[in-house]
Structure formats: structure tokens, C-alpha cells
T-cell receptor
């Protein structure tokens, strides 16, 4: 089955600096890679996703890159703000449909220092 | 409803008791998922429903765990003879048709504490 590794487990950055979270996956058949953000005490919410036919996707201060050859993908947050503090989960989907094929990483706790 | 609703939000139980957790997905969503989130751990997949059927039960950790969904809507996750290691947040999510690339909408979770 799919195995998703995520690191670091904790990341502390100064407000205004950039943050990068990296994930690797094992199944070369995986073709969909979403990122979920979970603020303290709240439910996870999708913030960005990427499909295997593209290498990069941006949405304002957030970007995700994908390297299918190396089987890794990363989340980049620029100009970090206090509201970016949360746990971020990457995931990889290797099925033809349905999140029954969605495997999550263990999460990265991002701390934005004022 | 406007979002995925779970109840109870918190449940404290004694070891050996049975518990039932409820999830009410977004109206019209045919796909429903249960995940478990333990302290410092990621989102552990438990079970997936498409309509009333569960094509994938592979994530259920033991035969003490079962889930059902009736009427293609509300789902209940039952844990029998609870153990302390069952303590976790149980999250439910739904999506429109369960297709690949579909966004998951999560509930707020049930915090289960087994004493």
C-alpha cells in the first residue's frame, strides 16, 4: 500500500519568513496530492491540491510543487502570518476514485513566531 | 445541514463499555469516511462508505470496531468493549461522489476518552 512520509513534524518560523513542508510517497501510481490545514481545535480543511499532470500550483501565498520522478511534493507558504499557525497534513491518492485510497502524512505543526 | 455534523463532541467512557459515534454528512454527499486522529499522529483511515455500502473496511483496527450507514445519509461508528488505546479524536468526512480529486469536508470530530 501507499506510504506517505511528512517532515518536519514541527516547524517554527518568524512571521514574514517562508515555510516549506515536504512529503514523500511510495506508490508511483498515486496521482492526486491534497494538503489539509487543521487549526487548533478545528476540523481539517483543504487548502490546495495538485494533480500529477502538473509540476506546480499557486494560490496567493501558498504553492505546492510535485516531483513525480523523485516521488515527493512540497507545500510552500510565503510571507507567513500568525493565522498560518496550524497542523498541515499532506496526502496522496492512489486509487481510481474515492478517498479510500487517500493516505495522509502524520502532519506538521507550523508555528509562526511574532 | 451546512456542514458535516458529528455527535457527541466529547465522550468519556469506562474501559469495557460500548460507545456509538454519529456522523451526519452534507446533504447530497454519497461518500462518507471515518478517520481516527491520535495525539501527535496523522489521520488514520478507518472505513469508507459509498451510499450504504462499505467497499473498504480495511482500516478498522479490530473486530471491536464496526460502522453502518443507513438511508445513504447518517453513519454510526460503534466501538465495543472500549480500551484505553481507543482514546482519540474520531473524524468523519464526506464528499460529493467519492471521486478522485474531490474535496473532503470534515466534521469537528468526537473526542473519545476511555478511562
Amino acid at each position: 500500500g501507499e506510504n506517505v512520509e511528512q517532515h518536519p513534524s514541527t516547524l517554527s518560523v518568524q512571521e514574514g519568513d517562508s515555510a516549506v513542508i515536504k512529503c514523500t510517497y511510495s506508490d508511483s501510481a498515486s496521482n492526486y496530492f491534497p494538503w489539509y490545514k487543521q487549526e487548533l481545535g478545528k476540523r481539517p480543511q483543504l487548502i490546495i491540491d495538485i494533480r500529477s499532470n502538473v509540476g506546480e500550483k499557486k494560490d496567493q501565498r501558498i504553492a505546492v510543487t510535485l516531483n513525480k520522478t523523485a516521488k515527493h511534493f512540497s507545500l510552500h507558504i510565503t510571507e507567513t502570518q500568525p493565522e498560518d499557525s496550524a497542523v498541515y497534513f499532506c496526502a496522496a491518492s492512489n486509487s481510481g476514485g474515492g478517498a479510500d485510497g487517500l493516505t495522509f502524512g502524520k502532519g506538521t505543526h507550523l508555528i509562526i513566531q511574532p | 445541514g451546512a456542514g458535516v455534523s458529528q455527535s457527541p463532541s466529547n465522550k468519556v467512557t469506562e474501559k469495557g463499555k460500548d460507545v456509538e459515534l454519529r456522523c451526519d454528512p452534507i446533504s447530497g454527499h454519497t461518500a462518507l469516511y471515518w478517520y481516527r486522529q491520535s495525539l501527535g499522529q496523522g489521520l488514520e483511515f478507518l472505513i469508507y462508505f459509498q451510499g450504504n455500502s462499505a467497499p473498504d473496511k480495511s482500516g478498522l483496527p479490530s473486530d471491536r470496531f464496526s460502522a453502518e450507514r443507513t438511508g445513504g445519509s447518517v453513519s454510526t461508528l460503534t466501538i465495543q468493549r472500549t480500551q484505553q488505546e481507543d482514546s482519540a479524536v474520531y473524524l468523519c468526512a464526506s464528499s460529493f461522489r467519492g471521486g478522485i480529486n474531490e474535496k473532503l469536508f470534515f466534521g469537528s470530530g468526537t473526542q473519545l476518552s476511555v478511562l
